[in-house]
């Protein structure tokens, strides 16, 4: 049994090294919400809460992540003992409705802890297999066409294996067909709308078809998955899903309504690593391709992101650009970088293996919150 004696919150500021704009939102200083659990025997675990500034992307905030971990979460955490994270998954599942990236936050710096404990590989505790894993960028918006194909080249001959732009009504075919011929046809592109569109809008959508795309990501909302089918019984680009899909119980409802055929699959935004691992399990049985998605994680949660994306069946790029894409300078040592398109899997050491740079990040709080129990 694992017996937690204290879960420390913390809330950091980090400025990304350029502005990130996407269809539901913009960041240009990242608040992120760390979580460190103590064991009894002097064990640690690190997790990083992946909710935003703004109810943007999801309803989650960096405020309410903060309030949910401290009223609810750490409650049922810390002084009652638990077998692993899985267990610890379902305890927290089973009380608390939603609060999905303020779970994860706690359940992956136990999955950390566990590693730990047992003295490997967080990515082997997982039962990852990869030893570097594949890599994609995630592009903002920008305001001009040609300056994002110059951005898309630049990706492109960095080494990195999958382009990915985001798209809104107004910056959309025109923008992918530069980029598109800027790259020519053999480079994986791929779009993501962020739910900006609604179902009025098939046609352009349609449109996008003739640029030989990867996938198209969350066109509409997180709760259209009826129409998304619709959408996707139209359209010969396949449909990946980010939003939409919360559990791996919406994972089974898009296969079984057709609402995608693709999943982005974030820890975070399932309640954790144990409910991202049960949909790369379930979309392994069905062959459904899936990646591992990003959002703009600091080195802490990078790391979970390359050990969930080692499982076997993580076989696309994900989102899981290197340190300095975002960061000038990030909060772990040594920083995630990358060598011909992909990230190594830290297998040598235990748990997340990197280490979090504490004089720094004390720099950089600005709010911490101790619970002993
Ligand atoms: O939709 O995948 C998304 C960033 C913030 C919120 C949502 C998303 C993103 C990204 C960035 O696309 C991916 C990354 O971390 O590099
Ligand atoms: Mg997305």
Known sequence: ?????????????????????????????????????LDEDGVEGWGECVAGETP?????????????????????????????????????????RGHRMARAAVEMAMWDL??????????????????????????????????????????R???????????????DVPFVSAVREALGDSMPLSVDANAAYSPADTKRLRSLDAHRLTMLEQPFDGDDLVRHAALQRTLRTPICLDESITSAARFDDMVTLGAG???????????????ARRIH????????????????????????????????HFELPGDLSPSARYWIRDIVTPPWTMSDGTIGVPTERTGIGVDVDLDYV???????????G
């Open 56 to 96: 943007h992307y999801s309803s989650e905030t960096v405020e309410t992540a903060w309030l949910a971990i401290r009223e609810w979460i750490a409650p049922r955490v810390v002084h009652s003992p638990t077998p692993g994270p899985e267990h610890l998954h379902d305890r927290l599942n089973g009380a608390i």
């Open 1 to 37: 049994m694992i017996t937690i004696v204290e879960l420390a919150l913390r809330e950091i500021a980090l400025r990304l090294r350029e502005p990130f704009h996407i269809s539901s939102g913009f960041t240009e200083v990242r608040r992120v919400v760390l979580v460190r659990l």
């Open 157 to 171: 001959d960095a080494g990195y294996r999958r382009i990915k732009l985001k798209i809104a009504p107004d910056r």
């Open 261 to 275: 055929r693709i999943v982005n699959v974030k820890p975070g935004r399932v309640g954790g690593l144990t409910e």
């Open 114 to 155: 566990a590693a730990r404990r047992q003295g490997v590989a967080l990515s082997a505790a997982l039962g990852g297999v990869r030893h570097h894993v594949p890599t994609g960028i995630s592009l903002g918006l920008e305001a001009d066409a040609d300056a994002l194909a110059r951005k898309a080249v630049a990706a």
């Open 362 to 372: 004390d720099d950089l709080t600005a709010r911490a919150h101790t619970i002993r």
């Open 281 to 312: 399990d379930r979309a392994r049985r069905l062959r459904i391709p899936l990646w591992c998605g990003g959002m703009l994680e600091t080195g802490v949660g990078r790391a979970h992101n390359v050990a969930l994306a080692s499982l076997p």
